[in-house]
């Protein structure tokens, strides 16, 4: 894609802090997912990734103190006006939420949460919001949508209901969809048929899609660009096959080695020590000190470290191809020194 | 409606008999719980010669064995006969039916003043939870849960009626708008208590279902804050605010008797004070059955309509 | 009075839970030392004395009929404290005995037990207590009897659900496992567990008791004048209201007001605690 193109999602230094917190839940969060591109967000619970995406609707936690700026289709949404919220929320982007049973409103006839923004907001008339629905319903393949819609949502399966939270997301015709942690609350079999519904809606629609997971295979197998997020911080980020190839960041290669593979014979999983960061520690220096096992005590321990493009080429066997379009960036002070042990 | 529903329906109504049943056996055997021989105990207070105890034993049967004394009773009162009474020299249902239309009144403007303050202020109280207002939400439901029909009558009756002056403060009125004029004061006097506790209930169940993950769904998919909270916050909440108004019933017709009283009305609640005081037993009992029985039956409509509140209930076979 | 305050805030809880603390406190401890602290027999009225304003002869005026209202307000503690004590003990007793025992057993006494209950939760404790005067005459005996059988499904209500959850716990399996007995186990082991919350519901019960004998006495069914009380002392108070002096209508009437909500704020304060809920 063109790199001078404004990209669909785009955060700039987002920062959000809650009061009576000891550091931010996001800190300096920049991020861009350009029309049509298919990006992943990951990270372990509490590092700030569910945060990141509900900030691309402009929900954020009430009470917090906000900075920087989360622009989609060019809008900034830090301090927008309801108006402006809504537009983005109605147009461009929208989401979907980890647990459908959860997020769809149990009092609720299925055909109701599919119809009500479009009747609702979209000024359309019930018959137009329905045939709509139906439309949807067949698209994220669900069997008998005309008697879905009739349905509670305790009626169905938790993987029909998450199909029909993602056709709830289409309504809108968004250009953007937020998936935040999509198939967490399902079952092994579910999860691969509801990723399966997602990539092939992302491709047939060009949508931009930002998947948030914890799942590192997950992400590279679904995703063009990850980025890795530590404690309200983005520590790492490249295209999928190179993160995944040679991660840079102990805490990526901690993730690698803690999940088991998609393909092949699982190895042995090492689980990353410790637990992740609580909102109530700071940390003066890399949020992940105290569970890396390369860290340097007065070195990493001083001063946040900062996301840059790694100075040592990883000896890799060079092709020739043009340098990739999302060049690979690492905030680790030891960085340069660790490609070799990590491999 | 499916037969599964259908048959659920039959369930609960057959419940709600036997419950009345029950209760109506209760009510009538408490006669026999009097000290003494329940013929004098009817006539308790009067001077009556052996001719009239006599007489009273055979209207009442009271020579019969109990269970036949029961069944007589019940055959009455399902036919709308509940005796007769001492002191009105009528029978039971002619007294009641007279006063009925002023109770009713009282306690219709209460149970929409209930409602339609009792959830606006509780619909407040959530949606401004932690600013001033709501804390002073918190406050008035402390206190008003706390402030008994006739301390409401007591204050309103003093600062609106004998001070301002802008209401009456005895009596029933006569023709609609002096009706209602005069039903203004009992019936917030009436309110009060109940008033906070349906606002409680609603502030808890608002603020339950606010913290929802559906709610952001809602809010994510563009539609405004006001019809999420309207079509998903308050929709939600209906469940438990039915479920307290339904258990709001027993209290709210006893208490007619109470703010009758105080405000000098002329109906149900005030003919059963005075019935108490003039021994007129026939009509304590009617009155007794009628309010039990109110709640009884407003409680298995609460039932009966729940599921569509809530569907998942139906699922669970309509019982809850 | 460091040592007073100290263990005030122990008890945590805001202002309001404080105050009501210390209401409570002086109320048990005003109907206590009642004939001591009334200042003239609440029962002794002058015809001339009628109306008295605020003033040094009666701190808080007097009635129409010359009787000081601050003294009949003091010794009216008496009543207002064991009316609803002796529904709240006698309710709280059978509560936990009938609670205890069907959740225990289970099976279909507790069906049963349960379907009782239901019926009586159909008959409102005021009902009752009229109901009761109906057959024994007015007075403070009969009311409290039958309030105590209204209060009782309340008590015995949580009493089962919390037997009910407690009783699948392990420790209630270890003590069994070890060869206690039963009725040592349910009452020794399971029941102090769960007190706390039963007294905490029975604080806020002490309250609505309180309430309801009020109204019984002002109805003019409960406690008869000249014993001293104050739904009595509003009963009476009400004629002089329209004649524009309501100040021996409303003296009993705040302060039976303030002793409500104390109770209600020091019960539900209690039970948050134990819930482990921010109230």
Known sequence: MPPLEMPLLEYDGLRVELPGTARPILDGVTLSVAAGEAVALVGESGSGKSVTARAALGLLPSGARTGGQVRVDGTDLVGADAARLRAVRTGVASMIFQDPRAGINPVRRVGDFLTESLRLVGGRTRAEAEARALELLTAVGLPDPARHLRQYPHQLSGGMLQRVMIAGALTADPQLLLCDEPTTALDVTTQAEIMAVLGQLQRDRGLGLLLITHDLDLAAATCDRIYVMYAGRIVETGTAADLLAIPRHPYTAGLLGSSPPLEGTPGRLTPIPGAPLSLAEAASGCAFFARCRFAQPGRCDLTPPVLTSPVLTPPVPTLPVPAPAAPTLVACHRADELIEENR | ?320 | MSAWTTRLRRLGGGPLVRMSTVVLALFVLVSVLAPWLAPQDPTFGELGDSFAGIGAGHWLGTDGGGHDTFSALIEGTRTSLVGPLAVVLASTVTGVAVGLFTAWRGGWVDTVVGRVLDILFAFPALLLAILAVALFGKGLGAPVLAMAVAYMPYTARLVRSLTAQEKVRPYIAAYQVQGHSEVFVALRRLLPNITPTVLAQSTVNFGYALLDLAALSFLGLGVQPPTPDWGAMINQGQAAVLQGQPMSAIVPAVAVVLVVVAFNVVGEHLGDRLAGRES
């Open chain 2, 1 to 320: 409606m499916t037969p599964g529903r259908l048959w659920a329906v039959a369930r609960r109504l057959l419940g709600m008999a036997l419950t009345l049943l029950a209760t109506s056996f209760l009510v009538f055997s408490s006669l026999y719980l009097a000290p003494g021989d329940p013929a004098s105990f009817l006539v308790r207070g009067r001077s009556a010669s052996p001719q009239e105890l006599a007489a009273i034993r055979h209207q009442y049967g009271f020579d019969d064995p109990f269970p036949v004394r029961y069944w007589h009773w019940l055959d009455g009162v399902l036919h709308g006969d509940f005796g007769r009474s001492y002191l009105f020299h009528q029978s039971v249902g002619e007294v009641l039916w007279s006063r009925l239309p002023a109770t009713l009144l009282l306690v219709g403007v209460s149970t929409l003043l209930i409602a339609v303050v009792g959830i606006g202020v509780g619909i407040v109280g959530a949606l401004r939870r932690g600013t001033r207002t709501g804390s002073a939400v918190l406050l008035l439901v402390t206190v008003g849960a706390a402030v008994p029909s006739f301390v409401a009558a007591i204050v309103l009756r003093s600062v609106l009626g004998v001070r301002l002056g802008w209401f009456p403060t005895i009596g029933n009125g006569t023709g609609v708008l002096d009706r209602l004029h005069h039903v203004v004061l009992p019936a917030i006097a009436l309110s009060v208590t109940f008033m906070a506790l349906v606002t409680r209930v609603t502030r808890s169940a608002m603020l339950d279902e606010l913290r929802r993950e559906h709610v952001e769904v809602a809010l994510s998919r563009g539609l405004p804050r006001r019809t999420v909270i309207r079509r998903h916050v308050l929709r939600n909440a209906l469940g438990p605010i039915v479920t307290v108004c339904g258990l709001l019933v027993s209290g709210m017709l006893v208490s007619t008797a109470i703010v009758e009283t105080a405000f000098g009305m002329s109906g149900i609640g005030s003919l059963l004070v005075q019935s108490v005081d003039e021994l007129d037993f026939q009509v304590v009992q009617a009155i007794v059955l009628l309010v039990v029985a109110a709640f009884v039956v407003v409680n298995t409509l609460v039932d009966l309509v729940y599921p569509l509140i809530d569907p998942r209930v139906r699922a669970a076979g309509g019982a809850r």
